[in-house]
Nanobody
C-alpha cells in the first residue's frame, strides 16, 4: 500500500522560505514520477511542480517558476519542495502525489494515483 506523508508546512512571512518533504513508502520509489499540487480555500487543486523518477526532468507551474525547486532523494524515498520568496497567494494545502513513470511529466492531478494527506502552508503579508 502506497503511503505518502508530507511535512514541513507552517506559517511564514511574505518573502520567507519553507521546505516541504514527502516521505514515500509501500512502493518502489524509482518506478514513480512525483508531483506537488496545492489547493487554496475555495479554489480548485492546481499543479505546482513535478519531477521524473531519476530527478533528471522537472516541470513547474508558471506561478512558482524561479521561486520553487523540486528535488528527490531516491535513497531516502523522499521528494522535496523548496519554496523561496513566498507570497500570500502561495497559501494553500500542499499535497504530494505519485504516478508510475512514463515519458513526459504529468501535470494533471487525475494522472496521479496516490496522494498524501497534505500540509498547510500559510504566508502572511
Amino acid at each position: 500500500q502506497v503511503q505518502l506523508v508530507e511535512s514541513g508546512g507552517g506559517l511564514v512571512q511574505a518573502g520567507g522560505s519553507l521546505r516541504l518533504s514527502c516521505a514515500a513508502s509501500g512502493l518502489t520509489f524509482t518506478m514513480y514520477n512525483m508531483g506537488w499540487f496545492r489547493q487554496a480555500p475555495g479554489k480548485e487543486r492546481e499543479f505546482v511542480a513535478a519531477i521524473s523518477w531519476s530527478g533528471g526532468r522537472t516541470a513547474y507551474a508558471d506561478s512558482v517558476k524561479g521561486r520553487f525547486t523540486i528535488s528527490r532523494d531516491n535513497v531516502k524515498n523522499t521528494v522535496y519542495l523548496q519554496m523561496n520568496s513566498l507570497k500570500p497567494e502561495d497559501t494553500a494545502v500542499y499535497y504530494c502525489a505519485a504516478t508510475l513513470r512514463r515519458s513526459g511529466l504529468p501535470i494533471q492531478g487525475r494522472e496521479y494515483a496516490s496522494w498524501g494527506q497534505g500540509t498547510q502552508v500559510t504566508v502572511s503579508s
